[in-house]
């Protein structure tokens, strides 16, 4: 079931973010998104924060709770898990 | 340099001629074609690939970053719709209150600057930068503003030119300012043509938008 | 000869040498328009009366929910519009007209009745600045009467410059948040350097949902009135408005008794980042060192600071680190946002205008929101009003796209 939302958000993050040359399947779903892996910056985290909100109405404040929550694919999708409303 | 109708000119020669059928395809065959490797690309907007692109080509064309340090090199840019495409993207995404998403990485692009932030941050120039937006492209007041720049020291080198995108229309020129007496220290110059009050209008012919 | 049309890259400059007799440059009549006034007067009075023209806007048309902004009084900004247009264009109607527009030429019918430079003269440039002048002309539900090319920056500007019978198409600056102190910057570089001897610098920008909701996806809005520099400073506060300041060659136009002069200024990129500030503020720093070095002045040599200032964290924190490098860590130093909040285009010259304000009076204002220290570099923010004499001061403004100003204002 993690398994679907993790690929399900590896596209997600190709397309809103506008991540080029890089297939769902190439993305490590362990590695760290920002700094190394993807090199994901701050503009990225607060579009993350967007695609939270408009793909699994869940709100968050990038600034407190950003870091921990997007620190990989796998992170993102168990937080989604918890979090999502019904 | 120049880019427009699908073509790409540098110092009076045509490098590229693209048969790409829209804006955006054009843009990835230039990116393509000069062999560049910079993933940031496809996250800007169109105005700020255009700049990017075109900054990318000129610099092909001239040896400025290598005379000069990032510190004295400005960028001075003009185009006349500003950052038109994104502003009604960005104006789109909150028209309906049921489906509202304001994008960070849209509204970022909602102003005309960044296109030399761009450019700025590639190739760490780091001097005086502008932007002017006027219906066409005024040399005289890139003649004037550059020569005060350049008599105060601000800058030894200026990047400018114009840059225009919206929709399916863009056209870009771009080039190097430098001071007569400070480019006769350097061997091996490219082509060069004098700017001065006699010729601005012949040399930069604005063009209509 | 091989053009641009020819794509030729290389440009030589061959411009003439001018004098060695520097031209000064004076600042003049100032207005200011935001929530607390129409005028700079007022706006002095306003804040030595420690008001705040930052309040919570309940949400409805400009944002879905709450959050703190400054909002300019309509009711008085088109009771004032409609009173001027009857004056001086009887023929006119007031739907003719955007909110920028009015706002724009409010201000600069202001500074033109205080100086006596002369806006139709050839050697007069109206230059504007603004993040988004008309952008409300994107909205479905805009005024039919008024056509929408004036969405574009230029189209404004000229429609403000023959509103005035200019004689120059005014020039436009966009250039994010720096746009006002540049456009002083700029019009005192184009006096120095004889193209001009007058400029009118105006600069202002209204606050719509295109700005508000933008900012808001940034999660930079705080949800109270901006602290700057403070330790609980978690997000600006957006304001609106227009400033027009008056800059001449010829200091008996200018409108005021006292001899001030942009006496040097700087704008350089961190080349870092779109969006974010360099945070060693190694950039803004060679902007404020440039723009002293140029004024011939040493950092003890400022006795007031007119900061950035607007509340957020990182870019707070760069500035008072790029002060503190300077050897400013001493100087009072305020900002003006925590009473009117970010006003984007307009902020470089409202800021400058008060602060001019503040050399004129010799008198300087406590930084509103500010109670306690935040910053990892101590500067010396201003607590309280004080007395004090000032004859140089330093302006710093930076924005997004990593572009820093700087400007230093002399008394001769």
């Not at chain 2, 003009?78 to 960005?90: P, T, V, W």
């Not at chain 3, 300019?72 to 739907?95: A, E, G, M």
């Not at chain 3, 009745?113 to 003269?121: N, P, Q």
């Not at chain 3, 500010?370 to 101590?378: I, K, M, R």
Request: aromatic share 8%.
């Amino acid at each position: 079931m993690i398994e679907d939302l993790i690929l399900k958000l590896k596209k997600e993050i190709i397309e809103e973010l506008n991540v080029e040359n890089i297939t769902p399947e190439e993305i490590d779903s362990e590695a760290p998104l920002f700094g190394e892996g993807l090199g994901l910056d701050s503009i990225d985290a607060l579009e993350l924060v967007v695609l939270l909100d408009k793909n699994y109405g869940i709100k968050i404040q990038a600034s407190k709770e950003g870091r921990k929550i997007f620190r990989s694919v796998r992170t993102i999708a168990e937080y989604i898990l918890e979090h999502q409303k019904k | 340099m120049k880019l427009q109708d699908h073509r790409v000119l540098l110092n009076g020669i045509v490098e590229h001629a693209s048969e790409a059928d829209s804006v955006d395809a054009l843009f990835r065959s230039v990116y393509r074609y000069y062999h560049i490797d910079y993933p940031k690309f496809f996250k800007m907007d169109n105005l700020c690939k255009l700049a990017f692109l075109s900054a990318e080509i000129l610099l092909q064309g001239t040896d400025a970053l290598q005379k000069y340090p990032g510190e004295q090199i400005g960028i001075i840019l003009e185009n006349a719709s500003s950052s038109l495409e994104f502003d009604r993207k960005h104006q789109e995404s909150i028209r309906d209150r049921n489906q509202y998403f304001p994008s960070p990485s849209v509204f970022v692009y909602t102003i005309p600057n960044i296109m030399v932030a761009e450019i700025a941050i590639r190739h760490k120039m780091k001097g005086e930068n502008t932007v002017f937006i006027s219906e066409r492209f005024d040399p005289e007041l890139i003649y004037h503003y550059v020569s005060e720049l350049f008599r105060n020291q601000r800058v030894s080198c200026c990047l400018s030119g114009w840059v225009e995108c919206y929709g399916d229309h863009y056209q870009s020129f771009l080039f190097i300012i430098e001071q007569e007496d400070k480019i006769k220290e350097f061997k091996g110059l490219q082509e060069y043509v004098i700017l001065n009050t006699l010729n601005v209008e012949k040399l930069l012919e604005g063009k209509p938008r | 000869m091989k053009g641009i049309e020819d794509g030729v890259s290389d440009i030589i400059l061959d411009f003439p040498i001018l004098s060695q007799h520097m031209v000064d440059v004076f600042v003049g009549a100032s207005n200011t328009i935001t929530s607390l006034g129409f005028s700079t007067a007022r706006h002095v009075e306003q804040i030595k009366a420690n008001q705040i023209g930052i309040s919570i806007y309940p949400g409805g048309n400009l944002c879905p929910t709450a959050v703190p902004l400054s909002l300019v009084d309509n009711r008085q900004l088109l009771d004032l519009f409609q009173k001027y247009l009857s004056k001086t264009k009887p023929d006119l109607q007031l739907d003719l007209f955007t909110r920028s527009e009015m706002l724009h030429i409010l201000s600069i019918a202001d500074v033109l009745k205080r100086s006596a430079v002369d806006i139709t003269d050839s050697r007069t440039l109206i230059i504007l600045s603004t993040l988004k002048g008309n952008m409300d002309l994107l909205e479905k539900d805009r005024l039919p009467a008024i056509e929408l090319d004036r969405v574009y920056l230029w189209k404004w500007g000229e429609f403000l410059g023959s509103f005035f019978n200019s004689s120059n198409k005014p020039l436009v600056v966009s250039n994010a948040c720096i746009s006002g102190l540049l456009a002083i910057l700029i019009g005192s570089r184009l006096i120095k350097a004889g193209r001009y001897d007058h400029v009118i610098a105006a600069g202002g920008d209204i606050l719509t949902e295109f700005a508000v909701s933008g900012f808001q996806s940034f999660q930079s809005l705080s949800p109270k009135p901006c602290k700057p520099f403070d330790a609980a400073r978690d997000g600006l506060s957006l304001g609106e408005g227009c400033g027009t300041i008056v800059l001449s060659r010829n200091h008996s136009l200018c409108g005021i008794p006292e001899k001030i002069v942009v006496a040097g200024g700087s704008c350089t990129n961190d080349a870092h980042h779109i969006s974010g500030p360099l945070r060693t503020g190694e950039s803004f720093y060679v902007a404020i060192c440039t723009a002293l070095r140029e004024a011939s002045l040493d950092p003890l040599d400022i006795d007031y600071i007119s900061a950035h200032g607007t509340g957020t964290d990182y870019y707070d924190e760069t500035e008072a680190k790029a002060l503190s490098w300077v050897g400013l860590e001493r100087v009072p130093v305020n900002s003006f946002k925590g009473y009117f909040g970010h006003t984007l285009g307009a902020a470089g010259i409202i800021e400058s205008a008060l602060a001019i304000a503040s050399m004129r009076n010799n008198e300087l204002f406590r930084s509103a929101g500010f109670e306690n220290p935040g910053t990892s570099q101590h500067i010396h923010i201003l607590t309280d009003h004080a007395v004090k004499e000032v004859n140089h001061c330093l302006k710093t403004a930076s924005g997004f796209g990593g572009c820093n100003a700087a400007v230093v204002f002399k008394k001769i």
